[in-house]
């Protein structure tokens, strides 16, 4: 892919390459000094909830539906996994981030391929019921919408069949990889 | 409305550490400690897949696909002038932010057009970048069907998006 897009910048204007990839890589730094700094907020609050308690009643909440999507049996993880998938439900992308890696790390089973449990968390990550667009709405009510939150109702749709669709996906791939072996 | 909800759940939060006899700042301190590490170790990635993308685009390659793939997302229903949104969405955040704003100021924002557009955004994910920030920090090399899968459902999200725009 980056090969392909510099031959094609080497025949139509060379001397863009390299400033570009700096210009990339710094909006690189700066958006992950954001990310370092909405981390610290969302670390933190994370950190309160951990020791609070409230993470494995979070857990255990949505215990049923974790162990039906991801087939662990793992207390920490699945806290994790909670958190996540609840920061991305509210929109909290970023605040999901810091949770999906940590939760990562932990199914990780060093075998260097992806396990399904793992290429579930990415999935559902990918296509995460979204129940507040609130970035989106922002954008639409400065562009002067006459009623910016319309859009919710069909995002919500939206977006509860992709996740659908994903974890069936998801199912079926696995299926079919079991069924191979 | 839902400017309030973060915040309310903060407030909640805080006192039920309070009511709990947590200590609440040594706690928070030593979450927001971690931060930092996390974002030195992601960094290298993130810079990575932002240089891939921009050269993407700049060469020109994204706008190419865009016009040969223009039948193809006209037989699925999505209109021609969300093409570039939907093939550069995987890949970067602030750039798919940046085509809707553009999106929303040529064609208005209450039109068919931009309302697709915000659905297209508020139901997808920025995939690329979340897989490689999510698998940057394990030994996985292989992540066998997650990224087409996540693709399919991106795609079906647009479809889904464009129609319901036409009912709704």
Redesign the interface.
């Given at each position: 892919?980056?090969i392909?897009?510099?031959c094609?910048?080497l025949w139509?204007s060379p001397a863009?390459?390299v400033s570009?990839?700096v210009?990339?890589?710094s909006?690189?730094?700066k958006?992950?000094?954001d990310?370092?700094?909405v981390?610290?907020?969302w670390?933190?609050?994370?950190?309160?909830?951990d020791?609070?308690?409230?993470g494995e009643k979070l857990a255990k909440l949505l215990h049923p539906l974790i162990k039906k999507l991801f087939k662990i049996d793992n207390n920490e993880i699945e806290k994790m996994i909670a958190l996540n998938m609840s920061a991305n439900m509210?929109g909290?992308?970023n605040a999901a981030?810091?949770m999906?890696?940590n939760a990562?790390?932990a199914?990780?089973d060093?075998?260097?391929?992806?396990n399904t449990a793992?290429?579930m968390?990415?999935?559902i990550?990918?296509?995460?019921i979204?129940l507040?667009?609130?970035?989106?709405?922002g954008?639409?009510a400065s562009?002067?919408?006459?009623?910016?939150a319309?859009?919710i109702?069909?995002?919500i749709?939206?977006?509860a069949?992709?996740?659908i669709?994903?974890v069936c996906?998801?199912k079926l791939?696995s299926k079919i990889?079991r069924r191979k072996k | 409305m839902s400017a309030y909800i973060i915040p309310i759940l903060f407030v909640a939060l805080f006192s039920y550490c309070y009511i709990k006899k947590i200590n609440t700042y040594d706690t928070f301190v030593k979450g927001a400690k971690k931060s930092i590490s996390l974002v030195v170790d992601i960094f290298p990635f993130i810079a990575t897949i932002m240089i891939a993308v921009a050269l993407l685009r700049a060469s020109g390659i994204t706008a190419i696909l865009a016009g040969l793939l223009s039948p193809v997302f006209n037989l699925l229903g999505i209109p021609a002038e969300l093409i570039e949104l939907v093939l550069l969405r995987p890949f970067t955040g602030a750039g798919s932010y940046g085509l809707l704003e553009s999106v929303l100021l040529e064609y208005g924002p209450d039109s068919y057009i931009s309302r697709c557009a915000c659905v297209i955004l508020g139901c997808s994910e920025t995939i690329f970048y979340v897989a490689t920030v999510y698998f940057s920090q394990t030994k996985v090399k292989k992540l066998l069907y997650a990224i087409p899968v996540a693709l399919i459902c991106a795609l079906v999200g647009s479809i889904i998006a464009c129609l319901l725009c036409k009912v709704i």
């Open positions: 892919m980056i392909s897009s510099m094609f910048l139509s863009t390459i570009t990839m210009e990339a890589s909006g690189a730094l958006l992950s000094i990310l370092c700094a981390y610290a907020v670390l933190g609050v994370l950190e309160l909830v020791a609070s308690g409230l509210l909290l992308g981030t810091p999906g890696i990562m790390k199914l990780d060093g075998s260097g391929v992806a793992m290429i968390l990415i999935v990550n990918a296509t995460s979204q507040l667009p609130s970035t989106v709405i954008l639409r562009a002067g919408s006459t009623a910016p319309d859009i109702f069909p995002t749709i939206a977006t069949v992709t996740s669709c994903g996906l998801v791939f990889k | -």
